[in-house]
Nanobody, 129 residues
Framework: QLTLVESGGGLVQPGGSLRLSCQVS????????IGWFRRAPGKEREGVSC????????NYVDSVKGRFTVSRDNAKNTASLQMNNLKPEDTAIYYC??????????????????????WGQGTQVTVSS
């Protein structure tokens, strides 16, 4: 039915890059905002990035601004998170999630995991030398 699958995680050295992908099936992305979240060891889940259904609005947590870039390709039903200059603090399980865009879920005031209704299984990102 409604399925999201993350891929692209792995082990990378500090300063390296990874590109995470979120492949969606069962529905089109045209009317869904996409959020990226992560859960780091010993920390609560936090929002990393968000992109609106048409890509016109994006948001990032302060710690990744200038390093991460969120994008989407609705024709391919995919969303991506390009992660550059990775730091050990970025080590976490990363999840993509979707929500039918009945409102602006990617506002400058942030975004919340409880708003998102469909979740992927997560992919592990480990940044270590």
């Amino acid at each position: 039915q409604l399925t999201l699958v993350e891929s692209g995680g792995g082990l990378v050295q500090p300063g390296g890059s990874l590109r995470l992908s979120c492949q969606v099936s069962g529905f089109t992305l045209d009317y869904y905002a996409i959020g990226w979240f992560r859960r780091a060891p010993g920390k609560e889940r936090e929002g990393v990035s968000c992109i609106s259904a048409n890509g016109g609005v994006t948001n990032y947590v302060d710690s990744v601004k200038g390093r991460f870039t969120v994008s989407r390709d609705n024709a391919k039903n995919t969303a991506s998170l390009q992660m550059n200059n990775l730091k050990p603090e970025d080590t976490a399980i990363y999840y993509c999630a979707a929500v039918w865009e009945t409102m602006n879920y990617c506002s400058s005031s942030g975004f919340r995991s409880n708003d998102f209704t469909n979740w992927g299984q997560g992919t592990q990102v480990t940044v270590s030398s």
